[in-house]
């Protein structure tokens, strides 16, 4: 082990003793450096401390995913993440993927196609979907419904949701 791991091993070892962790990470393309609590999950530290109030919380155990984020790319349930463990990586939330004001293709399609009821799920929703086209350009139907699987819907728009991503699919398929 090389002496800088042994020092920055050494410093987080005085944090955790202190009762607080320094991370640092990327937020829908902005830099942050934090000091949390290590009992912090990241749900948590996005709605409450960083005002990402469109990620959204329900069930708290991972079983809904109202509460998807993108973590490097992959869609995780934020309730199930501690802040701590977000150290060094890039987080987008649903607010991080509108451009100037304009919305993504995928809020878009969703919109257009009434991929959404109440809405309380249409944020998880768009991120599982987002984390489908960044792994598979032209997903099968099969791989719609996995990758939205571990999403609920409490409203059944699933209707409409399944055809929001078909759409996205066609005009993918179309620029390729």
């Known amino acids: ?7 920055v091993n050494k410093r987080k070892l005085e944090q955790r003793m202190s009762g607080h962790i320094n991370i640092t990470f990327m937020l829908n393309g902005q830099h942050h450096m934090l000091e949390v ?3 912090l999950r990241l749900i948590d530290l996005l709605r409450n401390q960083l005002q990402m109030t469109g990620t959204k ?3 708290g155990i991972g079983r809904c995913g109202a509460c998807s984020v993108l973590i490097d790319g992959n869609a995780v349930n934020a309730c199930l993440v501690m802040a701590y463990q977000i150290d060094q990586c890039s987080i987008m939330t649903i607010e991080g993927l509108s451009k100037d004001g304009e919305l993504d293709v995928i809020q878009q399609y969703f919109l257009e196609e009434g991929g959404f009821q109440c809405g309380y799920c249409t944020p998880g929703m768009i991120i599982a979907v987002k984390a489908l086209m960044n792994e ?3 997903p099968t139907e099969a791989q719609i419904k996995e990758a939205l699987s571990g999403n609920l819907c409490r409203c059944t728009g699933y209707g409409g949701i399944i055809r929001a991503v078909q759409r996205l699919i066609a005009k993918e398929a179309e620029r390729s």
């Not at 082990?1 to 020092?7: I, Q, R, T, W």
């Open 136 to 138: 598979t350009q032209h």
């Open 1 to 7: 082990m090389s002496l800088d791991k042994v020092e």
């Open 37 to 39: 609590d290590p009992t």
């Open 57 to 59: 919380i329900s069930c």
